[in-house]
């Protein structure tokens, strides 16, 4: 999953939130340098996305990129769900997207942790364009994919993802929310797991 995916599936647990944010950018036992709740957060976000990539719905979205985008499909994808999470963002949440997205921003640059720079040019470049936030229209998926695609080391053609989107939306839509119901119970069950372990050591 992406970024707006990963911080709501952190169901208002802020530590946990910024493990589940900055999952990436932690590499093995580094996770062992940060408080708890936040380890929690790391190792929930290692168990969503390895959830969603053996997810059945998963695969036969990524069905319809892979003939195009082969590698990047799975990078494609979860944009998508982050694009369907942002537009039906009111069937999930009772607070503003936009005041979730600055709360995120907030929270995420004020953590004191020892986090790599790369983190916070990214984080500078989220806050300054609103990722979060721009996820809910096609213009603000495009953007994202745009800077994709300038990124990735092989021709990903991740700036043309929309014109299937355009096409499917309805479907894929459709896989998203059974997905995503799906994906929201695992995590509430691997969150309380993690807490439980944590809670015995």
């Not at 093995?28 to 990539?53: C, N, W």
């Amino acid at each position: 999953m992406n970024f707006l995916a990963h911080a709501y599936l952190s169901f208002g647990e802020e530590e946990v939130l910024i493990g589940n944010f900055i999952g990436d950018f932690v590499k093995g036992s580094e996770m062992k340098k940060f408080p708890i709740l936040v380890q929690a957060g790391i190792s929930l976000h290692r168990h969503i996305d390895t959830y969603t990539d053996s997810h059945p719905l998963v695969k036969e979205l990524q069905n319809h990129l892979r003939p195009q985008h082969r590698l990047y499909s799975r990078v494609i994808s979860d944009m998508y769900f982050d694009y369907f999470l942002a537009k039906n963002w009111n069937k999930y949440s009772h607070i503003h997207l936009k005041d979730f997205s600055q709360h995120t921003y907030s929270l995420l640059a004020q953590a004191n942790l020892p986090l790599p720079e790369s983190f916070h040019r990214m984080l500078y470049w989220m806050k300054h364009q609103d990722w979060l936030y721009a996820y809910r229209t096609h213009d603000g998926l495009q953007a994202a994919l745009d800077g994709l695609s300038r990124r990735a080391r092989f021709d990903s053609k991740m700036e043309q993802a929309s014109l299937l989107l355009q096409k499917k939306e309805e479907e894929f839509e459709l896989i998203f929310f059974e997905f995503f119901k799906d994906l929201e119970t695992f995590a509430q069950v691997t969150l309380t797991q993690l807490r439980l372990k944590d809670d015995c050591t």
